[in-house]
C-alpha cells in the first residue's frame, strides 16, 4: 500500500528554524541550538493555527531559548526508577504506562519527556516491545494498559493492530487507553480505517491533549467523533501553560467546546518540574483560581481534576481549592459565589 495522507504530511512537517523562517518573519539561527536539542516537528496542518509570532499555538511548537535554562529535573516524574522493562513504567498497582513510539507528529515544547522524544536513544526496539507485552502477561495485578510515548498513534496501522491485539488478549487487562495528540496536530490521521481497527478492542478509551480553544478546529472536531461514533469513549488532559491558557476565561471555553464535541475534560495538569519548561510554569495558586471560577458558572462535566505529579514518582495529587472553611461539629464552608454557609455535620 501507498503513503497514506497522514504520512504524507508527517513527511512535510517543519523540523527546523530554517524552514518555519519561510512562513514567519523572525531570525531563525538562536533556535537551531534549541531545536538541535530538542527535537522540533510541527505539522502542517498544525503550523496553519498559527497566526502570529508568539501567539497560544507558536507557544506550544516553535522553540523557545528559554528551553535552555538549566533549571528543573530531567525525569521528573522518576519515570526511569519505575522502568521494570525499557518500554513500561509501572507505578500503580493495577495500571502501566506502555510505551510503544518515540515518535510524536508535532513536538511539545512543554513535554514532561522531553528528554527522550523524537531522540535516538528513545526508540524503541521490536524486542522492548515484545517485553513490555511479556511484562503485563506476567503480571496479573496489571487491569488497565496505557498505550503512550511518544505518540502511539504516529505507528502505521499494521504495526498498532499488533500490539492492541496481544494487549487485548491478556486475560486480566480490562482495558485499553491510548494517549494521543494526534486529533489536535495531525487530525487527518484519524481515519475511518484507524477507528474500525480501534474499534475491535473495547473497552478502549482515548485521552487526547488539547490546550487551547483555537485548537478545537472543525477538522479536529471531526476526528474527534469519528473515534467517539466508532464506540471510544474520549477524555481530554490539558497542562496549564504560562503565557498559553493560564486564565480562567480560556480555560473556561476550551473545556466548554470540547464538551460540545463529546469529549469529557479529565485532568488539567500543573506543569511538571521538567528541565527547559520552567516559562511555562505557573504558580499552583493560579491553578487553584482557575479551577474556583469553573465551579458555579460551568457545568461539572467541564470540571476536572487539576492534578500535580509529585516529583520522584510520588504519584498524581488532586488539588482542591479551600471550600470547607472551619470544620468541628458545624461545619463553615464558602461557596462558588463567596457566601459562607454554616453546616450541621454527623459526629463521626
Ligand atoms: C498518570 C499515570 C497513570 C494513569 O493515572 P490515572 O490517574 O489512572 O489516569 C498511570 N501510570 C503512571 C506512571 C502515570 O503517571
Ligand atoms: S504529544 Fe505528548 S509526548 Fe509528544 S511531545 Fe507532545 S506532550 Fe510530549
Same mark, same amino acid.
Given at each position: 500500500?501507498?503513503?497514506?495522507?497522514?504520512?504524507?504530511?508527517?513527511?512535510?512537517?517543519?523540523?527546523?528554524?530554517?524552514? /518555519?523562517?519561510?512562513?514567519?518573519?523572525?531570525?531563525?539561527?538562536?533556535?537551531? !541550538?534549541?531545536?538541535?536539542?530538542?527535537?522540533?516537528?510541527?505539522?502542517?496542518?498544525?503550523?496553519?493555527?498559527?497566526?502570529?509570532?508568539?501567539?497560544?499555538?507558536? =507557544?506550544?511548537?516553535?522553540?523557545?531559548?528559554?528551553?535552555?535554562?538549566?533549571?528543573?529535573?530531567?525525569?521528573?516524574?522518576?519515570?526511569?526508577?519505575?522502568?521494570?522493562?525499557?518500554?513500561?513504567?509501572?507505578?500503580?498497582?493495577?495500571?502501566?504506562?506502555?510505551?510503544?513510539?518515540?515518535?510524536?507528529?508535532?513536538? #511539545?515544547?512543554?513535554?514532561?519527556?522531553?528528554? =527522550?522524544?523524537? #531522540?535516538?536513544?528513545?526508540?524503541?526496539?521490536?524486542?522492548? /516491545?515484545?517485553?513490555?507485552?511479556?511484562?503485563?502477561?506476567?503480571?496479573?495485578?496489571?487491569?488497565?494498559?496505557?498505550?503512550?510515548?511518544?505518540?502511539?498513534?504516529?505507528?502505521?496501522?499494521?504495526?498498532?493492530?499488533?500490539?492492541?491485539?496481544?494487549?487485548? !488478549?491478556?486475560?486480566?487487562?480490562?482495558?485499553?487507553?491510548? @494517549?494521543?495528540?494526534?486529533?489536535?496536530?495531525?487530525?487527518?490521521?484519524?481515519?475511518?480505517?484507524? #477507528?474500525?481497527?480501534?474499534?475491535?478492542?473495547?473497552?478502549?478509551?482515548?485521552?487526547?491533549?488539547?490546550?487551547?480553544?483555537?485548537?478545537?478546529?472543525?477538522?479536529?472536531?471531526?476526528? #474527534?467523533?469519528?473515534?467517539?461514533? !466508532?464506540?471510544?469513549?474520549?477524555?481530554?488532559?490539558?497542562?496549564?501553560?504560562?503565557?498559553?491558557?493560564?486564565?480562567?476565561?480560556?480555560?473556561?471555553?476550551?473545556?466548554?467546546?470540547?464538551?460540545?464535541?463529546?469529549?469529557?475534560?479529565?485532568?488539567?495538569?500543573?506543569?511538571?518540574?521538567?528541565?527547559?519548561? @520552567?516559562?511555562?510554569?505557573?504558580?499552583?495558586?493560579?491553578?487553584?483560581?482557575?479551577?474556583?471560577?469553573?465551579?458555579?458558572?460551568?457545568?461539572? /462535566?467541564?470540571?476536572?481534576?487539576?492534578?500535580?505529579?509529585?516529583?520522584?514518582? =510520588?504519584?498524581?495529587?488532586?488539588?482542591?481549592?479551600?471550600?470547607? =472553611?472551619?470544620? @468541628?461539629?458545624?461545619?463553615?464552608?464558602?461557596?462558588?459565589?463567596?457566601?459562607?454557609?454554616?453546616?450541621?455535620?454527623?459526629?463521626?
Amino acid at each position: 500500500m501507498g503513503t497514506e495522507l497522514w504520512q504524507q504530511a508527517l513527511q512535510d512537517a517543519v523540523t527546523s528554524a530554517d524552514q /518555519l523562517a519561510e512562513y514567519f518573519d523572525f531570525d531563525p539561527r538562536p533556535l537551531m !541550538a534549541v531545536a538541535a536539542k530538542y527535537p522540533m516537528r510541527i505539522t502542517p496542518y498544525y503550523l496553519g493555527l498559527i497566526e502570529k509570532i508568539g501567539d497560544p499555538i507558536w =507557544k506550544q511548537a516553535v522553540p523557545d531559548l528559554h528551553e535552555l535554562a538549566d533549571d528543573g529535573l530531567t525525569d521528573p516524574l522518576a519515570e526511569e526508577e519505575f522502568s521494570p522493562v525499557p518500554a513500561i513504567v509501572h507505578r500503580y498497582p493495577d495500571r502501566v504506562i506502555f510505551y510503544v513510539s518515540g515518535t510524536c507528529a508535532s513536538y #511539545c515544547r512543554f513535554c514532561t519527556r522531553k528528554r =527522550k522524544v523524537g #531522540c535516538a536513544d528513545m526508540a524503541l526496539s521490536f524486542r522492548d /516491545l515484545r517485553q513490555g507485552i511479556d511484562y503485563i502477561a506476567a503480571n496479573s495485578q496489571i487491569r488497565d494498559v496505557i498505550f503512550s510515548g511518544g505518540d502511539p498513534l504516529v505507528l502505521p496501522d499494521s504495526v498498532l493492530q499488533d500490539l492492541l491485539a496481544r494487549v487485548h !488478549a491478556i486475560p486480566h487487562v480490562e482495558i485499553i487507553r491510548i @494517549g494521543t495528540r494526534v486529533p489536535v496536530t495531525l487530525p487527518e490521521r484519524i481515519t475511518d480505517r484507524l #477507528c474500525t481497527l480501534l474499534k475491535k478492542f473495547q473497552p478502549l478509551y482515548v485521552n487526547t491533549h488539547f490546550n487551547h480553544p483555537r485548537e478545537l478546529t472543525l477538522q479536529a472536531t471531526e476526528a #474527534c467523533a469519528r473515534l467517539i461514533d !466508532a464506540g471510544i469513549v474520549l477524555g481530554n488532559q490539558t497542562v496549564l501553560l504560562r503565557g498559553v491558557n493560564d486564565s480562567p476565561e480560556i480555560i473556561s471555553e476550551l473545556f466548554r467546546g470540547l464538551l460540545k464535541m463529546r469529549v469529557r475534560p479529565y485532568y488539567l495538569h500543573h506543569m511538571d518540574l521538567t528541565r527547559g519548561t @520552567g516559562h511555562f510554569r505557573t504558580s499552583v495558586k493560579t491553578g487553584l483560581k482557575i479551577i474556583h471560577s469553573l465551579r458555579g458558572p460551568v457545568s461539572g /462535566l467541564a470540571s476536572p481534576h487539576y492534578v500535580i505529579d509529585l516529583p520522584g514518582g =510520588k504519584g498524581k495529587v488532586p488539588l482542591v481549592p479551600q471550600y470547607v =472553611k472551619r470544620r @468541628g461539629d458545624t461545619l463553615l464552608i464558602q461557596t462558588a459565589d463567596g457566601d459562607v454557609v454554616e453546616y450541621p455535620d454527623m459526629p463521626s
